[in-house]
């Protein structure tokens, strides 16, 4: 079982800056590759961004590219989404996502952009940009 907890949302001015942390329970978060999904009011959950188990390779949904960086540091079981020039329309609650790696990936290279594919989901944390 891994809880994830995620910290850092808030209210912030079109143009300005947020980092989302999500830290995770447990001794194996190296074990699982993260991913960052958010869900605005009478929407369906998108995904944001994801990252590999090993850090090696990342996922951007198209519109956060250049904009947003997930990164994580194994060592402390926390990922992190930093977003810059946030628009209005990144309002949403973020929520992080956790996946154990699949047998096949040895050198935890995956990516998954599935909500689908995750295993485990913090609470979530409200960005709302305001115009």
């Known amino acids: 079982q891994v809880q994830l907890i995620e910290s850092g949302g808030g209210l912030v001015q079109a143009g300005g800056s947020l980092k989302l942390s999500c830290v995770a329970s447990?001794?194996?978060?190296?074990?699982?590759?993260m991913g960052w999904f958010r869900q605005a009011p009478g929407k369906e959950r998108d995904v944001v961004a994801a990252i590999s188990s090993s850090g090696g390779n990342t996922y951007y949904a198209h519109s956060m590219k250049g904009r947003f960086t997930i990164s994580r540091d194994n060592a402390k079981n926390t990922v992190s989404l930093q977003m810059n020039s946030l628009k209005p329309e990144d309002t949403a609650v973020y929520f992080c996502?956790?996946?154990?790696?699949?047998?096949?990936?040895?050198?935890?290279?995956?990516?998954?952009?599935?909500?689908?594919?995750?295993?485990?989901w913090g609470q979530g944390t409200q960005v709302t940009v305001s115009s």
């Open positions: 447990g001794r194996t978060f190296s074990r699982y590759a």
């Open positions: 996502s956790a996946k154990m790696t699949e047998s096949a990936d040895y050198s935890g290279s995956y990516t998954y952009t599935s909500g689908d594919e995750y295993d485990y």
